[in-house]
């Protein structure tokens, strides 16, 4: 059974870091590309992040880049958010999700996610 | 970026009732790559539409997806009770850049 479980979330103060973790079952981790999408309170849902599957290539939405980090390591089935200067827009739950067995960039398995609150 | 754009934001309907959703896309999303997925309060979404007509793995029939280029269409045939939820569709024809519609709660009448 597929599992991914989410942890690392909490309270923040805007400018903050926070590292965001996805551990992952019963599939082979290595094979698939993982995600990151959040949604903020009473929000819709918005990609973040993607890492192809040997972590030698990732994306991140505009909202984000160049203050998030995507990264896995595969020894360990651990998917990875490394978040800095955060800003209170960035307040979401965020749940991390793997690619279909396809190959296409849509979602057959989430997390039940994180919450991160960025406030003062 | 595509901007996916869902309608109605509510739909009021009562259960055995025919729900049809809408999602529009701001320009042509290649090859029909569009899925939709359903929401309930405090849980992760679930994948019910991919390639906007094939129902994912364990999906009832009553969940049915169409529509190509610009104008796609989830229809729940007969309303459940368990159906009652929010839904969004999701372009991946532009990936990696993903993006999702705003979503369409249904609403028990």
């Known amino acids: 059974e597929v599992q991914l479980v989410e942890s690392g979330g909490g309270l923040v103060q805007p400018g903050g870091s926070l590292r965001l973790s996805c551990a992952a079952s019963?599939?082979?981790?290595?094979?698939?590309?993982m995600n990151w999408v959040r949604q903020g309170p009473g929000k819709g849902l918005e990609w973040v992040s993607i890492i192809s599957g040997n972590g030698g290539s990732t994306s991140y939405a505009d909202s984000v880049k160049g203050r998030f980090t995507i990264s896995r390591d595969n020894s360990k089935n651990t998917l990875y958010l490394q978040m800095n200067s955060l800003r209170a827009e960035d307040t979401a739950v965020y749940y991390c999700?793997?690619?279909?067995?396809?190959?296409?960039?849509?979602?057959?398995?989430w997390g039940q996610g994180t919450l991160v609150t960025v406030s003062s | 970026e595509i901007v996916l754009t869902q309608s109605p934001g509510t739909l009021s309907l009562s259960p055995g009732e025919r729900a049809t959703l809408s999602c529009r896309a701001s320009?042509?999303?290649?090859?029909?790559?569009l899925a939709w997925y359903q929401q309930k309060p405090g849980q992760a979404p679930r994948l019910l539409i991919y390639g906007a007509s094939s129902r994912a793995t364990g999906i009832p029939d009553r969940f049915s997806g169409s529509g190509s280029g610009t104008d796609f269409t989830l229809t729940i045939s007969r309303l459940e009770p368990e159906d009652f939820a929010v839904y969004y569709c999701q372009q991946y024809g532009s990936s990696p850049r993903l993006t999702f519609g705003g979503g369409t709660k249904v609403e028990i009448k």
């Open positions: 999700a793997k690619r279909h067995i396809s190959g296409y960039y849509f979602f057959d398995y």
């Open positions: 019963g599939f082979t981790f290595s094979s698939y590309a």
């Open positions: 320009q042509s999303v290649s090859s029909s790559y």
